[in-house]
């Protein structure tokens, strides 16, 4: 444990249970100093120890007992360094306060350049991607030689550490971060998915549940017959996660043996009468249901009532194909039919689960032009939108603008949720969007509409490029209030920092060029 985690603990239980950690053993000019003021009272010792750590951590603080001997040398970096003071002034102030998207933004531009970030940011980096775990993507190829032996040193960092960038794929599957090991099992699965399957078989038993579920996925890549065996095992997985991972890459082969015991139990739910299919859900627990992660027992938070806990894990294990085979209809008239039936919310949420586990657009075209009255209903149409290539989501999205623009908070907080970090919507939706943005501004709809103050700000880190020039210079008034203030502020620092950003688009970029366009 960190010195940092031990403090953390005195801390929360009291010193005078647990006393302030000793810096005795630390090497350095910074053990030292952690040395020379601990004395005096316990509490007096635990808030300076602290907050020397802390400046520590900032900086790249050693762990403990690592003596810089001891300590290996870091790779040396091929990339050049981003040395540009106004790039590098953006990128510190995004990741210190600016919106996920604008972090990831600066982040990527700077690898796509060919360029690493400078020592001094890489501890501000690594922090950000402690704190989001969708950033880390972006963080890590951005960090250079230096950065990923930095990360090494620190137990917040670890998720960074890894093999280095120029190791091969053996090395980076021995020796790399759980991301790299999963992108070496990806790339192996489109030139030998055998192999790949037969490295990942190998190391299953001695992984943690995270990481079983996480490098699991990757069989999603060129599956096949051949995979069945192996993911089939997984079904009694100790780990809750692993289980799904196995039940969503199943799904996969609707010829697999486990979708068909699952269609065995459903076809007697579902029968017809007079021309009209009915739905009922399981009398009964079914024995058999343990051998493909089917709980029996329901949750006591779950909404559904026992017989649709177990009804809407069957339908959340089928594939959706099935349903239109075997009922004749199409997507939109089975959830018309599931709207009529006593079951409709274990159809309609074991639906909503299937199709994110195995994307179907016709199905997600379906379930987004159905109206959405109830919370639990939108509150899926963010993750169908992302399940469906730019030109089908924005569709649905001019649908929701209209004409007169009015639907313009709704589309960017559905095109928010839908576009991955460093995706936007088109450049021609976007304008559209940025000009009913600007229009509102310019009619004084900020003064007292708060929801719209945040959607500016989502707007200006989410649109397309082409569209910020209309999110630039918004008109100020004479008295502004300090939300509205910071509001307009913060959107354009935003745009200033994207427009900067973008002038590294250039794999050629030079030190010398940095910065400008």
Excluded at 217 to 232: K, T
Excluded at 238 to 261: C, F, G, T, W
Aim: with cysteine.
């Amino acid at each position: 444990m960190s010195h940092w985690n031990t403090l953390l603990q005195s801390t929360l239980v009291g010193t005078s249970r647990q006393p302030v950690p000793a810096a005795e053993g630390m090497a350095g000019e910074f053990g030292g100093l952690l040395q020379a003021i601990q004395a005096g009272e316990t509490q007096g010792q635990l808030l300076r120890v602290a907050g020397a750590v802390a400046v520590g951590r900032r900086a790249g603080f050693v762990a403990p007992g690592l003596s810089p001997s001891d300590a290996p040398i870091a790779a040396a970096d091929e990339r050049p360094v981003l040395d540009d003071p106004a790039l590098q002034a953006a990128i510190a102030d995004a990741l210190a306060s600016g919106p996920l998207r604008l972090q990831h933004e600066g982040l990527a531009a700077v690898t796509a350049a060919g360029l690493r970030l400078p020592h001094n940011l890489l501890p501000t980096a690594l922090d950000a991607g402690r704190r989001a775990i969708d950033l880390r993507p972006a963080v890590v190829p951005a960090l250079g030689e230096r950065g990923l032996w930095l990360a090494a040193r620190n137990d917040d960092w670890r998720y960074a550490a890894g093999a280095s960038e120029q190791a091969d794929a053996q090395t980076r599957w021995d020796e790399g971060s759980l991301e790299q090991r999963r992108a070496v099992l990806a790339e192996q699965r489109r030139s030998a998915p055998a192999a790949a399957r037969e490295r990942l078989a190998a190391e299953l038993p001695q992984l943690p549940a995270k990481e079983r579920a996480a490098l699991l996925g990757a069989l999603a890549e060129n599956i096949g017959p051949d995979d069945e065996a192996l993911i089939d095992g997984l079904l009694k997985d100790r780990a809750r996660d692993v289980r799904q991972a196995a039940v969503e890459l199943l799904q996969r082969l609707p010829a697999s043996a486990h979708v068909q015991r699952i269609e065995a139990f459903l076809v007697p739910l579902l029968s017809q009468a007079g021309g009209v299919w009915q739905m009922n859900a399981p009398e009964a627990v079914d024995p058999r249901w343990k051998d493909d992660a089917i709980d029996p027992a329901r949750p006591t938070h779950e909404s559904l009532g026992e017989r649709a806990w177990w009804l809407y894990q069957l339908v959340r294990q089928t594939p959706l194909a099935w349903w239109t085979t075997h009922t004749g209809m199409t997507p939109a008239a089975l959830l018309e039919w599931a709207a009529r039936s006593d079951w409709k919310d274990a159809l309609l949420r074991g639906w909503n689960e299937a199709v994110l586990a195995v994307p179907d657009v016709d199905w997600c075209d379906a379930m987004l032009d159905r109206p959405h009255s109830s919370y639990s209903q939108r509150a899926w149409i963010g993750q169908l939108l992302a399940l469906l290539p730019r030109e089908r989501r924005e569709r649905h999205w001019a649908s929701e603008l209209g004409e007169a623009g009015n639907g313009v908070q709704e589309v960017i907080a559905y095109a928010d949720q839908a576009c991955a970090p460093g995706e936007t919507p088109s450049a021609e939706l976007s304008r559209k969007l940025a000009a009913s943005l600007r229009m509102r501004v310019e009619r004084g709809d900020l003064v007292n509409d708060y929801v719209l103050r945040q959607v500016l700000g989502n707007a200006a880190a989410l649109l397309h490029a082409d569209a910020l020039r209309l999110l630039a210079d918004l008109p100020r008034a004479a008295e502004e209030s300090p939300g509205l203030a910071s509001a307009l502020s913060d959107t354009a620092r935003i745009v200033r920092a994207r427009q900067l950003f973008s002038t590294l688009r250039s794999p050629s970029t030079s030190s010398s060029s940095q910065g400008r366009p």
